[in-house]
């Protein structure tokens, strides 16, 4: 499942896989450029997720 995001990640151009080293294979991922625009877009998103919850706690 993990595997199948990252893949979907690195298509979509929003991180980089690169080879650590081989037998077995080992990949370290980091954001791109391009990934990084998505920050603002997630923090407000992060935000409305915690408001979201302390509305729902709070109507109880």
Do not use: C
Not at 40 to 54: I, N, T, Y
């Amino acid at each position: 499942m993990l595997s199948n995001e990252l893949k979907d990640l690195e298509l979509n151009k929003f991180v980089k896989r690169s080879l650590i080293s081989e037998n077995p294979d080992i990949y370290e991922y980091e954001i791109t450029e391009y990934g990084d625009t998505l920050k603002e877009v997630l923090m407000a998103l992060g935000a409305w997720g915690r408001m979201h919850r302390d509305t729902l706690i709070n109507d109880k």
